[in-house]
């Protein structure tokens, strides 16, 4: 039983424009979320992340927002850019298990030129 | 930066056989994981280890064991490979101790058992 999903596998986007990548979790003992991008043949690399006292953080071109009510967290990429295309993983850290880690299926996303 | 490095890009390996992958970081961290990415499951933890000689069993666990004999490498071993191993295999780590922290991948290996 997946406890972070992301719905979407897949999603494109025209250079320049909006990308958002949803993400929802359903336990509500996580208390620190990670946003990881990875390209095909290399590990994920770690993205930005967002605290529970939080609901946006932002990087750059990155911005995380989190409902914790909703349960839900997305990233917006503005502008986004072919190099963006990658499949990015959210993950979910527990309150109280700092070693344990949850990660979404991923979401493909293709910026096309 | 941290570096972890994985033995193997990629592996062919027969049903039955044992097989070893193995993982180096040299930043000097407490936690080490062993993660293995699937299409359509994500990641999920086979096994993690926070101090030489500790593990401990993640979500998915049966098949595998590990080794930590020293800080910087974790073993991953499949005792006898089958074709439901057939997966991408990623080590991370991190500095261990916190909240908040974040885990560094290697490169993955791409495992197959024919």
């Known amino acids: 039983d997946q406890q972070v999903k992301q719905n979407s596998p897949s999603l494109s986007v025209q250079e320049g424009r909006i990308s958002i990548l949803n993400c929802d979790y359903t336990n509500s003992m996580f208390d620190y979320f990670l946003w990881y991008k990875k390209y095909p043949a290399e590990g994920p690399t770690f993205l930005i992340s967002i605290s529970s006292i939080k609901d946006k953080n932002e990087d750059g071109r990155f911005t995380v927002f989190l409902n914790k009510s909703a349960k839900h967290l997305s990233l917006h990429i503005v502008p986004s850019q072919p190099g963006d295309s990658a499949v990015y993983f959210c993950?979910?850290?527990?309150?109280?298990?700092?070693?344990?880690?949850?990660f979404g299926s991923g979401t493909k996303l293709n910026v096309k030129p | 930066d941290v570096k972890v490095t994985q033995s193997s890009r990629y592996l062919v390996k027969r049903t039955g056989e044992k097989v070893f992958l193995e993982c180096v970081q040299d930043?000097?961290?407490?936690?080490m994981f062993w993660y293995r990415q699937d299409p359509g499951l994500g990641l999920r933890l086979i096994y993690f280890?926070?101090?030489?000689?500790?593990?401990e069993k993640g979500d998915i666990p049966e098949g595998y064991s590990v080794s930590r004999e020293k800080k910087e490498r974790f073993s991953l071993i499949l005792e006898s490979a089958s074709t439901n191993q057939t997966s991408m295999y990623l080590c991370a780590s991190s500095p261990g101790g916190g909240f908040n922290e974040k885990l560094f991948f290697g490169s993955g290996t791409q495992l197959s058992v024919l």
């Open positions: 993950a979910a850290q527990l309150k109280y298990n700092f070693n344990k880690f949850y």
């Open positions: 930043m000097d961290h407490e936690n």
């Open positions: 280890s926070y101090d030489v000689k500790m593990k």
